[in-house]
């Protein structure tokens, strides 16, 4: 889930799309719903007081067996115990004023940030403050704090307030936009801190419980029970994410999600909603994969993610047909990256990928999923069904840097185009805020694009009709025309074509 500022939602029929595993950016009032909730450690079954036996009752007949009554957990002392160690995050930051000067519409609606991110520059505007709230929570007495990074995306201003009223100023050690997860830093001692534990072990149906401040409301608890997991949901995040339907709104963002035991097992991020508030459909970061974020964080202040190098798709019935496999689950390999690890590995197109280190990959977001949780220089082993036989293929990770850096270099020459742009691809929670498939921001502006009024902020969805999502496609665009190029912009929530003469 998102903080207040960072809401958007999803139609339902994005999420039929995605297989039913959309989770997007969620606000709005709690569905109340009444649920029995669970013990933090196993309590003794209590058995129903047997109902007398008529005297009259024949000698020797069996008295009934009353059904077992289960004791209902408390999540109690889970809440007291580890609720110290959970904290509200305030953050501020700087909005810009409405052209005639007024202040910007929505300033003070959960969805604010989701209308105010695509709008650009306002002409003759101006900045006035802005704040956002969060949750977190403690994972080191010396004051180390994990919390989503959309949390504090774009703040100047940090604060943390502990549960016994102390607020500090926090420091973003880091914070890895791929992932959503943060870490922060208060000068403190002797804090309160929650337990680990390994997402990797919850079961589908577990009860888990939720502490954050939704809407600001600190403390707040509510509970509920896994749905599913490794989640792969339609924002090239590849975090494998645990669906539950514990309740989490706008402020619930960056929270621990708690097992029985009182372990934190993941960090609420996000909602599927249709309306703005909770519907049933909340997800949490994996707690491995966080610890994993933040380890590299505090030792680098930066994060190194794995890559395989393959763009892969569903293999469904029809597929599975033609591939003569007994079920259409796999991740088939529609493109290999040339010099990629999975070129190196032996890779091709065509392949369906059924395995990767002998964890089984049913839909093929559980590809990308997996090789999120591994690190650089992992080595893999792949089955892959190939022409109608199982291969099996070995290779090593490599890192999602060095495409970084080949991405840089196509920015900065995507700044020599004859448009004039500097642009750079929508990262996953823009894509999902905007619910848009394609596009490109723009960074900077200049030349012939400047001077037929684009702008930066705006977002380029077409060139001459067709649809860009990388900066090689507007190159290809622009070297076919000769005189000028047609670009479909979006600009404040609209829609505009604006021409520009190549210079």
Do not use: C
């Not at 007081?49 to 289960?70: H, K, R, W, Y």
């Not at 929505?106 to 105010?116: C, G, K, L, M, Q």
């Not at 534990?197 to 502490?211: F, P």
């Not at 490794?230 to 402020?251: E, H, M, Y």
């Amino acid at each position: 889930m998102r903080n207040d500022k960072h809401f958007g939602p999803f139609t339902f029929k994005r999420l039929v799309a995605a297989l039913a595993a959309v989770g997007v950016l969620g606000a709005g009032a709690a569905i109340a719903v009444q649920r029995n909730l669970a013990p933090s450690a196993p309590q003794a079954v209590a058995a129903a007081p047997a109902p007398a036996v008529p005297a009259n009752a024949a000698a020797g007949a069996p008295a009934p067996t009353p059904a077992p009554m289960i004791a209902l957990p408390d999540f109690s002392v889970i809440a007291s115990r580890n609720g110290p160690a959970v904290v509200n995050i305030s953050t501020t930051g700087s909005v810009r004023t409405a052209m005639d000067g007024a202040e910007e519409p929505f300033a003070d609606d959960p969805f604010a940030e989701f209308f105010r991110r695509f709008q650009g520059p306002q002409r003759g505007g101006r900045d006035i403050p802005s704040h956002g709230v969060g949750s977190g929570f403690i994972v080191s007495a010396d004051g180390i704090i994990l919390t989503n990074a959309h949390v504090v995306r774009g703040a100047r201003e940090v604060t943390v307030k502990l549960t016994d009223r102390r607020e500090f100023r926090a420091k973003v050690l880091g914070s890895d936009p791929k992932t959503d997860v943060a870490v922060l830093k208060i000068d403190a001692k002797n804090l309160p801190v929650v337990p680990l534990g390994r997402s990797t072990d919850l079961k589908v149906g577990e009860w888990v419980l939720a502490i954050g401040s939704p809407f600001g409301l600190e403390s707040t608890v509510t509970a509920g029970v896994v749905s599913a997991k490794g989640r792969s949901l339609p924002d090239d995040s590849n975090v494998p994410f645990i669906q539950t339907d514990v309740a989490v709104n706008p402020g619930n963002s960056g929270g621990p999600l708690f097992n029985t035991r009182g372990e934190v097992v993941g960090i609420n991020s996000q909602i599927y909603s249709q309306t703005g508030g909770y519907q049933g459909l909340s997800f949490a970061i994996p707690i491995d994969l966080a610890t994993r974020i933040k380890d590299q964080i505090v030792a680098t202040g930066k994060v190194v993610h794995a890559r395989l190098g393959v763009t892969v798709q569903e293999v469904n019935q029809g597929f599975a047909d033609s591939f003569n496999l007994e079920s259409p689950e796999g991740a088939l390999v529609a493109n290999v990256e040339s010099g990629s690890p999975a070129e190196q590995a032996g890779l091709k197109a065509g392949d369906v990928i059924r395995k990767l280190n002998g964890q089984k990959i049913v839909a093929s977001g559980d590809l990308p999923a997996q090789v999120a949780l591994a690190t650089p220089g992992d080595k893999v082993t792949l089955e892959v069904w190939r022409q109608g036989k199982p291969v099996i293929l070995n290779g090593k990770l490599g890192s999602a840097n060095d495409r970084s850096l080949a991405g840089a270099e196509k920015r900065e020459a995507a700044s020599k185009l004859r448009l004039g742009l500097a642009l750079r691809p929508l990262d996953p929670v823009e894509r999902r805020q905007a619910g848009l498939p394609s596009g490109l921001v723009i960074e900077n502006a200049g030349g012939a694009a400047a001077n037929a009024g684009v702008e930066p902020g705006d977002v380029l969805l077409s060139v001459n009709g067709r649809p860009v999502n990388t900066i090689d496609q507007v190159r290809e665009m622009v070297s076919k025309s000769e005189k000028s190029v047609a670009l479909l912009i979006l600009r404040g929530g609209e829609r505009i074509f604006i021409p520009v003469r190549l210079g």
